[in-house]
T-cell receptor, first 114, second 111 residues
């Protein structure tokens, strides 16, 4: 149980385009989803927290207009990187929680912006 | 905010050896989790352990909440144990349940 999927697993895009990443909880309802970013050989950094049906809460330094998060249902959250640039290339990981205890992580999405 | 420090940053073991990874945190926590990140990037939950001791096969973990540290023990290491081990905590002072990750311990087990 407690499986989280992400799609796509990897994406390459041109600079200036937008990319949408989906995060789904497959066998449970996720009241809260989290989005993290991980640069090579570094730790995970929390970008934002989203609760179903409400606006996401962004961490300090994360541009909310650049990283659009939607949590429209209890099983789906999306992260859209708008007008992507090479410095946005990273490994994006989502996690889902049923209500504040253990977080279950997706397999991640590797984004490369050319 | 809460600080999380892990040691050692890098560790090389011969297959069959035992090891202890440490996680120190600067404030009281509501939650502490240990993860293994495999070479493909997948984070695998190892333990949810805000306090006490748990064991799962060759792995065990102990968290001493009053002294603000947690230890992850790996016994009889195997090459498949290679990867990065992260400790992550959720501060008791923050009700949002967000996890703050340590910098990780990069483990290489040689055959």
């Amino acid at each position: 149980g407690a499986v989280v999927s992400q799609h796509p697993s990897r994406v390459i895009c041109k600079s200036g385009t937008s990319v949408k990443i989906e995060c789904r909880s497959l066998d449970f309802q996720a009241t809260t989803m989290f989005w993290y970013r991980q640069f090579p050989k570094q730790s995970l950094m929390l970008m934002a927290t989203s609760n179903e049906g409400s606006k996401a809460t962004y961490e300090q330094g994360v541009e909310k207009d650049k990283f659009l998060i939607n949590h429209a249902s209890l099983t789906l959250s999306t992260l859209t990187v708008t007008s992507a640039h090479p410095e946005d290339s990273s490994f994006y990981i989502c996690s889902a929680s049923q209500g504040g205890e253990t977080q279950y992580f997706g397999p991640g999405t590797r984004l490369l912006v050319l | 905010g809460i600080q999380v420090e892990q040691s050692p940053p890098d560790l090389i073991l011969q297959e069959g050896a035992n090891s202890t990874l440490r996680c120190n945190f600067s404030d009281s926590v509501n939650n502490l989790q240990w993860f293994h990140q495999n070479p493909w990037g997948q984070l695998i939950n190892l333990f949810y352990i805000p306090s006490g001791t748990k064991q799962n096969g060759r792995l065990s973990a102990t968290t001493v909440a009053t002294e603000r540290y947690s230890l992850l023990y790996i016994s009889s290491s195997q090459t498949t144990d290679s990867g990065v081990y992260f400790c992550a905590v959720d501060s008791l002072m923050d009700s949002s349940y967000k996890l703050i990750f340590g910098s990780g311990t990069r483990l290489l087990v040689r055959p």
